[in-house]
């Protein structure tokens, strides 16, 4: 506390936010200019900041110095870099699969807790190597409700002691690497049906319910003294009676997450611009603040960090928000601070995309692909693959430039001509057609007439097939087309497992069913090589992807 009680206000509650900046050199210029004016203590990178390692490592340390010198106190720099469909860097580093791959994988028998634990390490590593020190990771939801459009299968499964057991892990693998590691989103935003970056969705589960699921694996993480928790911009009736999510709510954050679970880590919020609390709530930081957050996120915009820190300002020096109230939070920031600047040091940038990195997330990642349902059609002397490519589903995501293309790897593994992919008959009778996620009735047509003059089995890869029924409209008329020629059809749900629920039976007939959880370049490879004969899926789905 001596070292608090010699810092400013304005110091104080510069520890106590967490910006991002925007992208390139005018982004690095933009944040000189907020940090010059006011001392913000810690930084959120986004994909817009990403580059290649070594260039990414310069600059970190750029903005390091930055801070320090505003502030006095070297930051935290942290990122959402949890694997699989939300991988904020990729250039350079060993990519990993998300939260529902690896528990699937781990569920199968083909990979254990450590394997997570060593993942976690890796990635820990990588971030560490070029400056980063707080992967807002593992994702702590139990996905009950397979209409979420934000969680997902960035959740580990809907078996709350399942998602407890390899959260815990993730983060130990963190911790193991001197990264700080931070569960979300508390109490729970697995059983939503809204994106919180859009709207204010509920969870109405009572408080048994949520003793059980929802809480479960937070109080698993804080048992083994996760650094942070986040949370999360949702309503909560049963914790929470006034119409306040739980990051604007006292109840939910102190009485509930201090008080009864017990916790003593650094409590985050979720970003303070999204649409389920911004626009919605006046006084967010204020309010946020006096629930108990101990670090306020303001991802993107330059004028809503510097609004945040005036708002708790003012409201320390009006008396609204004692003093007392931030030097604990301030307490618990620079204790986190201190912890991962005494931890383990890394081999620089040799650290990244070891051998023995890429062979554990290639592993994990094979061991990951599921068969739920019938047998796989036989496609090593060819197929008809119909790939619907992927788009972003949920502002959490990032665009990737370089989307892998998993009909290019089925065309690859099972020896087609790479130059002939697209034709008609390939040396070794394969042929792909790529169509958008939600396919017009010209794409419909030409995957159903390529699907009826072959005599070579076809494969349609689905994408969230709910959330786009023209998918669904694909689906039926690719398994008439394929009954009525007698060739056999199976499909890979190349994100949301859910799909097989509709896909096992299409038809009145068993098929095949083929769960890959994420469309990434480690799944297309993964996929491929099921296909083709190469590895047996031993995957077991962690969510009820088949019957509801």
């Known amino acids: 506390m001596d070292k608090i009680s010699a810092m400013s206000l304005e110091e104080k509650i510069g520890q106590m936010m967490l910006i991002g900046y925007p992208a390139g050199r005018a982004g690095l210029e933009t944040l000189e200019r907020v940090v010059a004016k006011r001392p913000m203590g810690n930084i959120i990178l986004f994909s817009r900041n990403a580059d290649v390692p070594e260039r990414l490592r310069d600059s970190l340390a750029s903005v390091r110095s930055l801070v320090t010198e505003a502030s006095g106190i070297a930051p935290l720099v942290s990122l959402d ?36 634990e060593a993942m976690a390490a890796v990635n820990g590593a990588e971030l560490k190597a070029v400056g980063i020190d707080w992967n807002l990771a593992p ?44 569960a979300k989103h508390f109490p729970g935003h697995g059983d939503t049906s809204v994106d919180s970056h859009l709207d204010l969705p509920t969870v109405g589960a009572d408080d048994a319910r949520l003793e059980a699921v929802e809480l479960a694996p937070f109080r698993r993480l804080i048992a083994e003294g996760v650094s942070a928790i986040m ?16 990051t604007l709510s006292r109840r939910a954050l102190t009485g509930l997450l201090r008080e009864r679970l017990g916790f003593g880590g650094l409590i985050v919020t979720d970003c303070l611009e999204m649409k389920a609390v911004r626009g919605r709530y006046e006084n967010l930081a204020e309010r946020a603040v006096l629930a108990g957050a101990d670090v306020l996120c303001v991802s993107h915009t330059a004028s809503l960090q510097e609004e945040a820190f005036d708002a708790v300002l003012e409201a320390v020096r009006a008396g609204r928000i004692p003093e007392s109230r931030i030097d604990e939070s301030v307490a618990r920031v620079l204790a986190a601070k201190a912890a991962v600047a005494s931890g383990p040091s890394t081999d620089g940038l040799a650290a990244l995309r070891r051998p023995e990195s890429l062979a ?33 589903m949920s502002a959490v995501e ?28 390939p040396g070794r009778g394969f042929e792909s057609i790529e169509l958008p996620v939600d396919p017009d009735a010209a794409g419909i047509s030409a995957a159903v007439a390529a699907a009826a003059a072959g005599s070579r089995p076809v494969v349609m890869g689905s994408y969230s097939l709910a959330r786009y029924p023209a998918q669904a409209a694909l689906a039926e008329a690719l398994a008439a087309a394929c009954d009525a020629a007698g060739v056999p059809l199976g499909f890979v749900a190349t994100r949301e497992p859910y799909d097989a629920a509709t896909l096992s039976s299409l038809g009145g007939e068993e098929r095949a069913v083929l769960c890959a959880y994420e469309y990434t370049e480690l799944s297309a490879r993964a996929v491929a090589r099921a296909l083709s004969g190469a590895i047996v899926p031993t995957g077991k789905c962690p969510v009820s992807c088949r019957f509801h």
């Open 81 to 116: 870099q949890e694997g699989g469909i939300v991988t904020r860097l990729r250039a350079g580093f060993t990519p990993l699969p998300g939260a529902m791959a690896t528990a699937a994988a781990v569920a199968g028998g083909a990979a254990t807790i450590a394997d997570v």
């Open 231 to 246: 949370s999360a911009h949702v309503l909560f009736p049963a914790v929470e009676p006034e119409r306040l999510p739980a």
């Open 360 to 392: 554990l997330a290639s592993r994990l990642s094979e061991s990951s692909i599921s068969l739920v349902s019938g047998s796989l059609p036989d496609c090593r002397s060819g197929c008809l693959y119909v790939d619907l490519r992927p788009e972003l």
């Open 139 to 182: 994702v702590a939801d139990v996905n009950v409700n397979r209409l979420n459009p934000v969680i997902g299968v960035r959740s580990f499964g809907e078996d709350p002691e399942s998602v407890a057991e390899l959260a815990a892990a993730y983060a130990r693998g963190l911790s193991r690497a001197g990264v700080a590691s931070c």
């Open 398 to 425: 990032d665009e990737n430039a370089s989307r892998p293309s998993i009909a290019a790897a089925v065309g690859e593994a099972i020896g087609a001509d790479p130059d002939a992919a697209n034709a008609r008959t």
